[in-house]
T-cell receptor, first 114, second 111 residues
């Protein structure tokens, strides 16, 4: 039972470098989400997708891009990393947008930008 | 955006004690959710509440959806060491992509 898988688990970047975080889910879910978690801030939604080929902005989208070329994958990109993007990133998926449908989270990616 | 006030920020308790935490909002929500995050893992849903006044249990956990729809609480009875983690409340008007998360309550249980 893989559920939601995130890679990599840890990454260190220098300011200005780029990287892509990969999220894969094997539950055939339509909806996928990227959150960031900062100390004392809870979880904040960066971008989400309501289906293959679609993306939408969340609460804190600036500095990030996403793509959903395949239904099972949701990629989060940082084109030019900044220290303010040091955070733990979580991907999640759900069968529909309704809160009747449970959100399944991955185990997170710890990103440090120096 | 909407904000949730979750309290307390942290709790240190002895094994066997009961725990209570709550969330309040200035906005009305249609759904209240409670998640637990173990160290190094993503949040896992504990309890979902969909109706004002609803009281729901999941083992030693009990949560209630406030009558005003602006608050919710979570109780854990007879705590055990594996209850350690961060507990998050989340409220929504009905969509998963409109969830607002609280800042979390860090629970430490001393054996």
């Amino acid at each position: 039972n893989a559920g939601v898988t995130q890679t990599p688990k840890f990454r260190v970047l220098k300011t200005g470098q780029s990287m892509t975080l990969l999220c894969a889910q094997d539950m055939n879910h339509e909806y996928m989400y990227w959150y960031r978690q900062d100390p004392g801030m809870g979880l904040r939604l960066i971008h989400y997708s309501v289906g293959e080929g679609t993306t939408a902005k969340g609460e804190v989208p600036d500095g990030y891009n996403v793509s959903r070329l395949k239904k099972q994958n949701f990629l989060l990109g940082l084109e030019s990393a900044a220290p303010s993007q040091t955070s733990v990133y979580f991907c999640a998926s759900s069968r529909s947008s309704s809160t009747n449908e449970k959100l399944f989270f991955g185990s997170g990616t710890q990103l440090s930008v120096l | 955006g909407q904000q949730l006030n979750q309290s307390p920020q942290s709790m240190f308790i002895q094994e066997g004690e009961d725990v209570s935490m709550n969330c309040t909002s200035s906005s009305i929500f249609n759904t209240w959710l409670w998640y637990k995050q173990d160290p190094g893992e993503g949040p896992v849903l504990l309890i979902a509440l969909y109706k004002a006044g609803e009281l729901t249990s999941n083992g030693r956990l009990t949560a209630q959806f406030g009558i005003t729809r602006k608050d919710s609480f979570l109780n854990i009875s007879a705590s055990i060491p594996s209850d350690v983690g961060i507990y998050f409340c989340a409220g929504s008007g009905g969509s998963n992509y409109k969830l607002t998360f609280g800042k979390g309550t860090l629970l430490t249980v001393n054996p």
